[in-house]
Structures are given as structure tokens and as C-alpha cells.
């Protein structure tokens, strides 16, 4: 019986590798289950929400939006192309910079590709003056 040669062994232990290098780079692949808080996270004073606006907190993997006074909206991070932490936030648009999809900061709509589902959202409220993210918010 022959041994596989050196090199089809070589490559395979290098593309695995890029294959463990990616997913611990960017994520889960879907990006749908990698950043809702587990339990309740205090983001900040509310009031570092604007209105009409919206707060990346890349700390937590949330961004916060305030789309009337005093509606909280709070959705993930993470793109739900390829598991990328967005980078901003302006003029109600998540922006993501590993391959450009762009996400409604009101809504989390897909605004553009290649991202196809909404981020998801996560429970926020404000409690005395704090916004508070996650589970039993």
C-alpha cells in the first residue's frame, strides 16, 4: 500500500488550517447566534443614543438605535454574511467592512449584500437613565 504523498498531506493541513484561522476570524458562518447577550449586559446612559440615531457598543457586539424618543431598538453586531463585527454607524446605516453588506439601524434590514438576513434583535430597555441589553431587559 502507498502512503499519500508528501505534498496532497501538506495541503490538506493547510487548508484545514485557513479553514480554523476563518472561523475564528470572522464568527459563526451565519452570524446569527454569535452576539446576543447570555444575560443582561448595561451598555451606558441612554442618552448616548441619539435620536433618529443609533451607537455601536463593539465591546458587547450590539448596536443601539433610538428610532423615536425613547424607543430603544438593539440588534447584533455580527453581519449575518460571514460573521464580521460591523465597524460604524451613520445616518441609520450598519455598515460592515469585511465585504460591504449594510444593515437599517431602525430595523436591521439587509440595505445591501451579500449579507441576506436581518441582524438579529436583541431585548433593550432603559432603566434609570442606563440601557440594559439581553435577556429579561
Known sequence: MTSPARRT??????????????????????????????????????????VGGARLYRDHKLVVSQPSEGQYKAFSAVCTHAGCVVDKVEKGRISCPCHGSAFDAATGKVLA??????????????????LVAGPAA
Request: glycine share 16%; charged share 15%.
Open 9 to 50: 498531506v501538506l495541503r490538506g493541513a493547510a487548508l484545514a488550517g485557513a479553514a480554523g484561522f476563518c472561523a475564528a476570524a470572522c464568527g459563526s458562518a451565519n452570524g446569527r447566534d454569535a452576539a446576543l447577550p447570555t444575560a443582561p449586559v448595561e451598555l451606558g446612559a441612554a442618552s448616548e443614543v441619539p
Open 113 to 130: 449584500g451579500p449579507a441576506g438576513a436581518p441582524l438579529p434583535e436583541c431585548p433593550v430597555k432603559a432603566e434609570g437613565g442606563r
